[in-house]
């Protein structure tokens, strides 16, 4: 059985870093295609970063371009999402998510595994 473990979220300040993680356990990230999701309330499900398996094609939301930074570590089975510069309108449970394969893929029913989701605030 696959699982998405995410840790790292919290509250925090605008202007402040985070780094989330999501460790994988029953299958290897090494040939998955990843990603990260977030879900506000009120609001849909919406892609924030998404990586092919080697990590040389990604995806970012416009929203987040230049200040989150997908990755792995395949020694970990880990994937992380790097945030800076974080501001109010970030404030959302943010969901890791991977594919079977490994192609690049921003839309969420592509995706097979799902983490729990993690809370992040960012007060203002």
């Known amino acids: 059985q696959v699982q998405l473990v995410e840790s790292g979220g919290g509250l925090v300040q605008a202007g402040d870093s985070l780094r989330l993680s999501c460790a994988a356990s029953?299958?290897?990230?090494?040939?998955?295609?990843i990603s990260w999701f977030r879900q506000a309330p009120g609001k849909e499900r919406e892609i924030v970063a998404a990586?092919?398996?080697?990590?040389?094609?990604?995806y970012y939301a416009d929203s987040v371009k230049g200040r989150f930074t997908i990755s792995r570590d395949n020694t970990k089975n880990t994937m992380y999402l790097q945030m800076n510069s974080l501001k109010p309108e970030d404030t959302a449970v943010y969901y890791c998510?991977?594919?079977?394969?490994?192609?690049?893929?921003?839309?969420?029913?592509?995706?097979?595994?799902w983490g729990q989701g993690i809370q992040v605030t960012v007060s203002s």
């Open positions: 998510a991977a594919a079977r394969s490994g192609g690049l893929r921003t839309r969420a029913p592509l995706y097979d595994y």
């Open positions: 029953g299958r290897t990230l090494r040939t998955a295609a």
């Open positions: 990586a092919n398996w080697s990590g040389d094609s990604t």
